[in-house]
Nanobody
Framework: VQLQASGGGLVQTGDSLRLSCAAS????????MGWFRQAPGKSREFVAT????????YYADSVRGRFAISRDNNKNTMYLQMNSLKIEDTAVYFC??????????????????WGQGTQVTVSS
C-alpha cells in the first residue's frame, strides 16, 4: 500500500487542522493505521492509531481529548482532526499502516508502510 499524507500547514495556537492520509494499492480496509510525528531534533513519536475495523482507537496522552482519528474505508482515507493546537504540536506528521491482526498499534516498529509526511507548524 502507498500512503500520501496531506493537510498540514501554518496555524496559530488554538486553531484546528485536519490531516488526511490517502491510501492506494492493496485494499485499505485490511490495514490498521496510525499517525506519528517528529519535531526538529526529536525522535518520532506516536500520536494516534485506529484499527482496520475502526472499532478501536488509541491516543498519546499529549493529544487525547484534542485530536480525533477516523477512517473512511470507502474512500481509502484516514483522518486526524486536530483541535486546540499548541506550539508543541509543531512537527512533521506521518501516517503509517500495517496488516497485522485487527487492533490499535502504538509502536512505530509495528508498521510496515509509511507516508512521506506533512508539516504542521503552530505559532503563537
Amino acid at each position: 500500500v502507498q500512503l500520501q499524507a496531506s493537510g498540514g500547514g501554518l496555524v496559530q495556537t488554538g486553531d484546528s487542522l485536519r490531516l488526511s492520509c490517502a491510501a492506494s494499492g492493496r485494499s485499505f480496509r485490511r490495514y490498521n493505521m496510525g499517525w506519528f510525528r517528529q519535531a526538529p531534533g526529536k525522535s518520532r513519536e506516536f500520536v494516534a492509531t485506529i484499527a482496520r475495523s475502526g472499532d478501536s482507537t488509541y491516543y498519546a496522552d499529549s493529544v487525547r481529548g484534542r485530536f480525533a482519528i477516523s477512517r473512511d474505508n470507502n474512500k481509502n482515507t484516514m483522518y486526524l482532526q486536530m483541535n486546540s493546537l499548541k506550539i508543541e504540536d509543531t512537527a512533521v506528521y506521518f501516517c503509517a499502516a500495517n496488516d497485522r491482526r485487527d487492533g490499535a498499534y502504538a509502536r512505530a516498529y509495528s508498521y510496515d508502510h509509511w507516508g512521506q509526511g506533512t508539516q504542521v507548524t503552530v505559532s503563537s
